[in-house]
C-alpha cells in the first residue's frame, strides 16, 4: 500500500499539503510489475504515473521497428506529455527489472494541481523539455529496413513491394534507370532483378517472399507441434481468433500466405468502423491487432498456406512441408478477388492492371488518369484514397446506380471530389499495351458502343469467392465454395453428433470457419471481427466437452 513518505519523496509532489498527500495514498494505483511488464502501452490514455522503485525503459515503434528512447529511475515521473496535449501515449513504459510504480488518474492529478499549483507548474516546464525531444525524434530521416532494386513494370518487383507493405516492413524502392541508383545502392548492383539489399548489408538477388520474410526476421515456422487452436488466415477475423484466443491461454498460432489483414489491410480509410470516429486505414488496423495479438502470446507465420487438413486428426499439412496438430481448427481464410477474362488482363497484371488496391501502388498512379471496376465500398473507398495523387479517377460500374451496393457516406464523399468521376452501366473489355498498360475498351451498356480511353492503371474490385477447393470433403460447403456452419449443416444434412452444431462450427466437430469464408450475408470487418472473438468462446465450448 502506499504511504505518504513515498508520494512525498516525489518531487513533483513534495509540495502537497498533508490531505493532499493522504488522499493521493488513498486512491492512486500501486502497480508492481515484473520485468517485461508495461505500466502503459503506447497509445494508452493518458495518466500520471510515478516510479517509486526499479528502473522503466521508455519504448516507441517508430516505422516498425522499437526504439529505446530513455529511461525512466525512481523519483521520476511520466505522463506528462498526454497529459499536457491531451493525446494518448506517444511511447510505451515497460519495466526492465522488477519495479514498482505509482499510478495517478487524470480526475486524481487535477485534485492535486488544485491543492498545490506548483504541481502543474512543474509538469507543464517537463512536458514541454520532452516534447521538444519527442520532436527532434520526429525531425530524424527513418532508416528503411530494405532497398528494393526492381524495375516498375516488373511482376516480381510489384509482388515483393506490396509484401513489404503489407508485413509493414520500411524500404526504398530504386528502379535500375534512377540516377541516384549508384550513391543509394553500394557497390555493383545485381545484373539479375529485382534485387532486396537489408539493413544489415545482406543482399538478397530474386528473392522469394518466404526467403525475404525469412531475412527480414519474421516468424515463418511454428514454435510448437500441436496447438489448442490452429487459425488459418489472418484478416480480420482470424487476428480478432488471435487475440482472444491467446488472451484466454489457449497455445495459439495463426497461418498467413502474404500478410496480416487480409482484404481490409488494402483498404485505404474505413470510416464505419466503431471506435474510431475519424476512420482508420485497413493497415493501420492490421497492425495494431497484430502487435496485440503478439504481445498476448500468439505466434503469427507468414508466407506458408494450409493445404490439406486430415478431418479425423486435425493435422494441418502446410506448403513448406511441415504439419501442424491442432485440437482445434478455425478457418478464416476471408475470400479472393474474382478475376476478369477480358483481352489482356492476365497478361498486364502487377504491370498496370491490379486486383484490389495494395497502397503500395499508390505512388505509382501520382498524376495520372486511372479506372476503377465496381461498385461496393472497398472500390469507393480505393477512389477517395486515389484521387489524393492521380489527376483524375473514373470509377467504371456495370450497374445503373451506386446505391445498390456503396454505403451512403461513401457516395457523398465521392460526390464531393472534383477529380472523380463515376460512368454507370460500362464494363471494361481489352486492355491495351505492351510492357505496361497503356489504354482500356471502355463498354457502354446503355448505347452499346465501344471506346478506347487511355489509362494509367486499373484497379478491379467486383467481388469475391472463396476459395476453399483445399478444404476436405467433410466440410461442408454451398454450390460456391462458401463454408456451412451451425444451422445451415443441419439444415444440410452433414451432422452426425448427438449434440447441435455450434453457431461457428463446421460439418467436422472441432473444425469451426468465421469472417468471409463462412456463408453469410453479412460481409463487414466488424462482423468478422465479432465472429472471431466469437470462434474462440465457442472453442472453448469444445474443449470442455470433449
Not at 26 to 39: C, P, T, V, Y
Request: proline share 5%; with cysteine; aromatic share 6%.
Amino acid at each position: 500500500m502506499l504511504t505518504t513518505d513515498e508520494i512525498a519523496a516525489i518531487p513533483l509532489f513534495s509540495t502537497l499539503p498533508v490531505a493532499g498527500l493522504e488522499r493521493l495514498a488513498g486512491m492512486a494505483a500501486d502497480l508492481r510489475l515484473n520485468a517485461g511488464e508495461f505500466a502503459v502501452h503506447e497509445g494508452g490514455e493518458a495518466a500520471l504515473f510515478a516510479v517509486l522503485s526499479g528502473k522503466m525503459e521508455v519504448v516507441k515503434r517508430i516505422d516498425g521497428v522499437e526504439r529505446r528512447l530513455g529511461w525512466r529511475v525512481p523519483g521520476t515521473i511520466f505522463g506528462e506529455v498526454p497529459i499536457a496535449l491531451g493525446a494518448p501515449f506517444p511511447g510505451g513504459y515497460r519495466a526492465a527489472e522488477p519495479s514498482r510504480v505509482m499510478r495517478v488518474e487524470l480526475r486524481q492529478y487535477y485534485e492535486a494541481a488544485a491543492a498545490s499549483p506548483e504541481v502543474s507548474q512543474k509538469l507543464g516546464a517537463l512536458a514541454r523539455e520532452r516534447i521538444g525531444g519527442l520532436q527532434t525524434i520526429a525531425a530524424e530521416p527513418p532508416k528503411a529496413q530494405a532497398t528494393l532494386l526492381g524495375a516498375r513494370w516488373d511482376a516480381n518487383s510489384g509482388d515483393l513491394r506490396r509484401f513489404l507493405a503489407r508485413n509493414q516492413i520500411s524500404f526504398d524502392w530504386l528502379t535500375p534507370d534512377a540516377p541516384e541508383l549508384a550513391t543509394r545502392w553500394p557497390g555493383t548492383a545485381p545484373a539479375d532483378l529485382p534485387a532486396i539489399r537489408l539493413a544489415d548489408g545482406r543482399v538478397l538477388v530474386q528473392p522469394c517472399p518466404r526467403d525475404l520474410a525469412e531475412a527480414l526476421g519474421l516468424q515463418t515456422q511454428a514454435a510448437l507441434s500441436e496447438y489448442d487452436t490452429v487459425i488459418i488466415g489472418a484478416g480480420p477475423a482470424g487476428l480478432a481468433a488471435a487475440v482472444y484466443g491467446a488472451s484466454e491461454g489457449l497455445r495459439t498460432v495463426v497461418i498467413e500466405h502474404e500478410a496480416p489483414g487480409g482484404q481490409a489491410g488494402t483498404s485505404s480509410r474505413i470510416e464505419n468502423y466503431l471506435g474510431f470516429p475519424s476512420g482508420v486505414s485497413g493497415d493501420e488496423l492490421a497492425s495494431r491487432a497484430l502487435r496485440q495479438a503478439k504481445r498476448l502470446g500468439a505466434e503469427i507465420l507468414v508466407t506458408l498456406s494450409a493445404t490439406r487438413i486430415d478431418p479425423h486428426t486435425r493435422e494441418i499439412f502446410l506448403d513448406g512441408g511441415d504439419v501442424l496438430r491442432a485440437r482445434t481448427v478455425v478457418v478464416a481464410t476471408g475470400v479472393t478477388w474474382r478475376r476478369l477474362t477480358s483481352e489482356g488482363f492476365e497478361r498486364l497484371i502487377g504491370k498496370g492492371v491490379y486486383y484490389g488496391a495494395a497502397r503500395s501502388e499508390v505512388s505509382a498512379t501520382q498524376g495520372l488518369d486511372i479506372h476503377l471496376v465496381g461498385a461496393g465500398n472497398s472500390a469507393g473507398q480505393a477512389a477517395l484514397y486515389f484521387a489524393n495523387h492521380a489527376r483524375s479517377v473514373t470509377l467504371l460500374v456495370r450497374g445503373d446506380a451506386l446505391e445498390k451496393g456503396m454505403s451512403y457516406y461513401l457516395i457523398e464523399q465521392l460526390h464531393g471530389r472534383s477529380n472523380v468521376a463515376v460512368e454507370l452501366s460500362s464494363a471494361v473489355r481489352a486492355a491495351h499495351g505492351e510492357t505496361h498498360l497503356t489504354a482500356i475498351d471502355i463498354y457502354d451498356s446503355a448505347t452499346g458502343s465501344t471506346r478506347t480511353c487511355e489509362s494509367g492503371g486499373l484497379f478491379i474490385f467486383i467481388g469475391a469467392d472463396a476459395e476453399t477447393g483445399w478444404l476436405p470433403a467433410e466440410i461442408a460447403r454451398d454450390e460456391r465454395g462458401y463454408v456451412l456452419t451451425g444451422d445451415e449443416v443441419t439444415k444440410s444434412g452433414g451432422w452426425s453428433q448427438d449434440r447441435d452444431p455450434y453457431l461457428l462450427e463446421t460439418s467436422v466437430p472441432g473444425i469451426f470457419a468465421c469472417g468471409d469464408v463462412r456463408l453469410s450475408p453479412v460481409k463487414r470487418v466488424a462482423a468478422a471481427v465479432g465472429e472471431g472473438s466469437m470462434a474462440i468462446a465457442l472453442v472453448h465450448q469444445y474443449l470442455r466437452q470433449s
